[in-house]
């Protein structure tokens, strides 16, 4: 059994992740060392902010428990609003601009494959294949 305690076990640890530009943090609790088949994550995404992200190796859902913004498919240009309640998946690898809203969004991210726990997007949006 794995229990954790976010302010605890996560916060200002290794585990706690801040992009490069700053625009978000990713708290990692499930990583592929867990061995469950899936990283679990809450992310923060900071209002105001745009950030590219094209996960060409990872299937990702995400679901926003606070905050607001919008996620825009890049393929078709269509835009989402996102709020507390609203989900989405990245079910085809989509490629994708997220912009974070009036106030921080808070979401919580299930990652297929696993991430290892030190990835950060690269120049595409890409997080990297780990073996």
Known sequence: MIVLDIN????????????EDGQWVSRRMLLKGDNMGFSFHETIIKANTKTHIHYQNHL??????????????????????????VMYALNEHDDHNLYGGTEDMRLICVFNPPIKGTENHDENGVYPLED
């Open 60 to 85: 990702e859902a995400v679901y926003c428990v606070a905050g607001n913004g919008k996620i825009e498919d890049l393929k078709t240009g269509k835009v989402h609003e996102i709020y507390d309640g």
């Open 8 to 19: 605890k076990d996560i916060i200002g640890t290794q585990k706690e992740v801040h992009a």
